[in-house]
């Protein structure tokens, strides 16, 4: 089984490079991830936006649905913003015979203790074992897109309670 992995941006790919810890969006973290954690499967990373979730817009959510639609594989995990991941994963919904993963971090990929690492583990099982349909992986825990809600009170993600 193959996974195909699409980068939109977001905090796990966030880069801090001055004294007033600005920062911006930088290459991908994936691969040097799957990389240092030896990973024996087979995987195909792209990289289709370089943006914080608060700026992605419908226009852009309908372009990262019709380049999921259009990719032959089966099996998708999408790294994200979070305040977001939710919209675009609703997004996506349209979308038949596919198990599409959508995931995130709380901390940049590159912190120490960064959960991105964790996350994308846990993404790439995750996607390989769940029957079509869309979810997010945050947490330790799965969701279809239609149950969650990102506590940003908690910084956490959870059932929706309405």
């Given at each position: 089984m193959k996974i195909k992995i699409f980068c939109t941006g977001g905090t796990f790919d966030k880069v801090y490079y001055d004294a007033l810890s600005d920062y911006h969006i930088g290459e991908p973290q994936v691969e040097?991830?799957?990389q240092q954690a030896g990973v024996n499967f087979d995987y195909q990373i792209e990289s289709i936006l370089k943006k914080d979730s608060l700026d992605i817009n419908d226009q852009e959510r309908a372009a990262i649905a019709d380049k999921?639609?259009?990719?032959?594989?089966?099996?998708?995990?999408?790294?994200?913003?979070?305040d977001t991941m939710v919209e675009t994963g609703?997004?996506?919904?349209?979308?038949?015979?596919?198990?599409?993963v959508l995931v995130g971090a709380m901390?940049?990929?590159?912190?120490?203790?960064?959960?991105?690492?964790?996350n994308i583990g846990f993404a790439t099982?995750?996607?390989?074992?769940v029957t079509a349909g869309i979810y997010i992986t945050m947490n330790g825990q799965l969701f279809s897109?239609?149950?969650v809600?990102?506590?940003?009170?908690?910084?956490?993600?959870?059932?929706?309670?309405?």
């Open positions: 040097w991830i799957l999921v639609a259009a990719e032959p594989c089966q099996h998708i995990v999408i790294t994200h913003g979070t609703l997004a996506l919904k349209k979308i038949p015979n596919k198990s599409i901390q940049p990929a590159r912190f120490r203790d960064s959960d991105a690492l964790y099982a995750a996607v390989s074992l897109v239609d149950e809600q990102k506590n940003r009170a908690q910084g956490r993600f959870e059932t929706k309670t309405d």
